[in-house]
């Protein structure tokens, strides 16, 4: 990785500006001005990780006019194509943040393994911290409080709506002093709220500040202590009794969690009752521990289980009470082939690879696998899985629009819970470097590799694999016609340059065809529509002579709608359009190509050609020198089959 220009310390700086970790102390008679003067003080747990979501930036597509659909840069940079997932959880804390009952619920995400479900869970936690270090995050609590409560707590309920209604300050009405609070506040402070001590605290897992986590463990020997604490006996003899607050540890996860985000690993798999304190949690916003009566905590809950786990717990009806206290968001695996590749082109960043090259199209071909295992066929036998592959990714498909993405995932049920994780593709990736001597990797390496688990992987059925290696023939057909392609274009000095010309051509004459009008050349002069250019370019993928003014009148609108809202027409958008001129412009040197590559012993001038397809593999589109030549080996063996 180049670091030419760049300066580490001074992206050191352009990190520590944005945090402020300026500590405070004083009293609560002191912190209510501060709360007059930015009400963001007040806010609970809900509000404070909505706040740190969307003020990370929140865009919306081109093509999202409405602006139903927004996606959030929070996750941008390591979660991929879950954007529905994450809108329905970012959905869940507005409504829990406006103090709904919404926020009384356990949001359960449950998905396949590998979905991104334990990932979303992380980046939120860390997000968390890093986001109480900043002016807008910063967090307040009682100074001796164990669980670090908010200081409104102390407010007496007497004065809570007062203090809404006339200065703005919210107080939850639930709110109540823990334990130790209470005894401090009669026993040291005199019963005076105003007086008690409150300082600034930055939310930490390693801290155990605001950020809980729980593991189940063996149910016979995993105690309830684990989430509500325990009697601390080295106190016990200098206080006396169990239901003193000053011999109880409160560090259970639900204690330590408060004012932040407590995450539950695998839910579902605990002991029943744990999870009727939950259930308490989440009904009554408090924790029951023995000796003491019921402590309030503010606390977003996250849990995530598989599905086979989550379908059991439906099943249960013993747990009818907690069905009814969660909201549930389904996280299945992405279906979109572009943010596969990225959730790739993320883990081969974060691994060590050393100087191996990858070659381009390899992750692009891994991912059209993953994808396709989790597809299923709709009711429309049009639509193949492949053609939907497409339709998903923002292509045009023949037949179908984005407008019918909604009705199509609604024709099927298991879409996106079935299928190759995203941990299994990149496995494979990782097995091919196990090599020795490997200088680069090819998409056929990865997809032999993918081929050559599937016996290893001890959750795939005869079926699996027999219907796995279907879609794998699918995969090497439409990498043989992106092979060829990338040849293709290598053949061409200036390949983008020559098909843009063929393609305002092209656009020229339909436009003056449609208009019933001329084309106007460089010189000035008017000619008639050149009808054989257009049709040699629409026969090339199948519009018959019928209905080839329908295709022109589509492609002119969509160009010329193009070029008013963004000023060029991208021919690439339009997959058919792209799909003709491509092989308009490669058939017009077809026999060149088809023997320079295909020869065994080329001559001087074919084995010049082939150099300069080399050096424009190399230095236009990503290859290197051995991976550009093994490229060319392989679409040499498939031209070969067919002279």
């Known amino acids: 990785m180049s670091t030419e220009g760049k300066n580490i310390f001074s992206d050191i700086q352009e990190y520590a500006s944005r945090l402020d970790t300026s500590e405070w102390e004083g009293t609560i008679k002191e912190f209510i001005p501060m709360v007059q003067a930015n009400p963001l003080l007040s ?12 003020g990370a930036g929140i865009k919306f597509d081109e093509s999202d006019t409405n602006k139903q659909n927004p996606k959030y840069d929070f996750f941008k940079r390591d979660l991929f194509g879950v954007d529905d997932a994450i809108r329905r959880i970012v959905k869940y804390l507005k409504a829990a943040a406006s103090g709904s009952q919404v926020g009384r619920r356990i949001l359960l995400l449950y998905g396949p393994t590998s979905s991104g479900k334990s990932q979303l869970a992380a980046l939120l936690k860390q997000g968390l911290e890093e986001y109480t ?17 908010n200081p409104l707590n ?24 823990c334990p130790v609070c209470q005894f401090n506040l009669e026993d040291k402070y005199k019963n005076d709220w105003l007086s008690m001590p409150v300082k600034r605290v930055f939310m930490s897992e390693s801290n155990r500040i605001g950020i809980g986590t729980f593991l189940p463990g063996d149910t016979k020997n995993q ?5 509500v604490g325990s009697v601390d006996f080295s106190k016990l003899g200098e206080f006396g009794v169990e239901s003193d607050p000053r011999a109880y540890k409160f560090d259970g996860e ?35 521990t023995e000796r003491f009566p019921l402590i309030y905590a503010d606390e977003f809950i996250v849990a995530h289980t598989n599905e086979t786990e989550y379908r059991r717990f439906l099943a249960d009806q013993k747990l009818e009470a907690l069905h009814d206290r969660i909201i549930v968001c389904k996280c299945p695996y992405n279906m979109t082939l572009d943010e596969e590749v990225k959730i790739y082109e993320k883990l081969v960043a974060e691994a060590d690879f050393g100087s191996v090259h990858i070659a381009p199209l390899t992750l692009k071909v891994a991912s059209m696998f993953a994808v396709l295992t989790r597809l299923e066929p709709g009711k429309d036998q049009n639509l193949t899985l492949l053609k939907k592959m497409n339709l998903y990714n923002g292509k045009d498909v023949e037949g179908f629009t984005q407008e019918d993405i909604k009705n199509i995932k609604a024709d ?13 593709i990149f496995n494979c990736v990782a097995d091919c470097f196990t090599k020795y001597d490997l200088r680069c990797i090819t998409p056929i390496d990865v997809l032999r590799s993918i081929k050559e688990n599937f016996e290893s992987n001890a959750k795939l059925t005869k079926e699996d694999i027999a219907k796995f290696d279907d879609l794998l023939t699918i995969v090497v057909e439409e990498y043989t016609k992106m092979a060829k392609n990338e040849v293709q274009k290598a053949f061409f000095l200036n390949f983008e340059q020559e098909i843009r010309n063929l393609l305002n051509n092209y656009i020229d004459n339909v436009g003056a065809y449609l208009d019933d009008g001329h084309v106007v050349d460089e010189f000035g002069d008017r000619h008639e529509p050149d009808k054989h250019l257009m ?36 021919y690439l958008s339009h997959a058919k359009l792209r799909e003709a001129l491509e092989k308009q412009l490669f058939d017009e040197r077809a026999d060149v190509i088809r023997l320079t590559v295909s020869t065994r012993n080329p001559d001087p001038e074919a084995l010049q050609k082939l150099n300069g397809v080399i050096d424009t593999l190399v230095q236009h589109y990503g290859y290197t020198a051995e991976s550009a030549n093994q490229l060319l080996r392989y679409v040499s063996s498939l031209m070969s089959r067919t002279t």
């Open 43 to 54: 806010q609970l747990s809900h509000a404070r990780i909505l706040d740190m979501i969307e």
């Open 254 to 288: 639900l204690n330590v969690a408060n004012r932040g985000i407590m995450e539950m690993i695998e839910m579902l798999k605990v002991d029943p009752k744990f999870l009727y304190v939950l259930l308490t949690l989440a009904q009554e916003k408090t924790i029951k």
């Open 535 to 570: 049709r040699a370019i629409e026969e090339r993928v199948g519009v018959s002579e019928s209905a080839k003014d329908s295709f022109r009148q589509e492609v002119y609108r969509k160009v010329i709608k193009t070029k008013n809202d963004k000023g060029e027409f991208d």
């Open 133 to 149: 270090r900043t002016e807008n995050g910063a967090v307040y609590a009682i100074a001796d409080c164990p669980i670090h409560e």
């Open 223 to 227: 105690s309830i202590t684990e989430l």
């Open 412 to 424: 099927v049920d298991r879409e996106g819970m079935i299928g190759i994780s995203p941990r299994y």
């Open 154 to 177: 102390a407010v007496p309920y007497a004065l809570r709506k007062k203090f809404r209604a006339d200065y703005g300050i919210k107080v939850d009405p639930l709110a109540r002093l």
